[in-house]
Nanobody
Framework: QGQLVESGGGLVQAGGSLRLSCAAS????????MGWFRQAPGKEREFVAA???????IYADSVTGRFAISRDIAKNTLYLQMNSLKPEDTAGYYC????????????????WGQGTQVTVSS
């Protein structure tokens, strides 16, 4: 059974930066795609970024050019570097994983973390 634990969230002013981490344990996720999703109050969970087992990454249009996803396979850890943050980026951010290929679809991810809150003030 795999476990994903997010960290790094917090309160930041608009224009600032944060780096989220997702530590995986209980299984080796090296052959899995890993992704970040977010959910604001009253809204559905939405795709942010994902990286496949081969290192190919995909991004939501709303974060392209501002966010960067990366992974350290040796540490079994996923990262999300978030720059030029906007108030609309405020949400709970969730790490997720699925076998092999990165996709943008929430329901295709089998493993989920508990989330970390990101709040961007204007």
């Amino acid at each position: 059974q795999g476990q994903l634990v997010e960290s790094g969230g917090g309160l930041v002013q608009a224009g600032g930066s944060l780096r989220l981490s997702c530590a995986a344990s209980g299984r080796t996720f090296s052959s899995y795609a890993m992704g970040w999703f977010r959910q604001a109050p009253g809204k559905e969970r939405e795709f942010v970024a994902a990286i496949s087992w081969s290192g190919r990454s995909i991004y939501a249009d709303s974060v392209t050019g501002r966010f960067a996803i990366s992974r350290d396979i040796a540490k079994n850890t996923l990262y999300l570097q978030m720059n030029s943050l906007k108030p609309e980026d405020t949400a709970g951010y969730y790490c997720a994983s699925r076998p092999m290929r990165a996709t943008m679809t929430v329901d295709e991810y089998a493993y989920w973390g508990q989330g970390t809150q990101v709040t961007v003030s204007s």
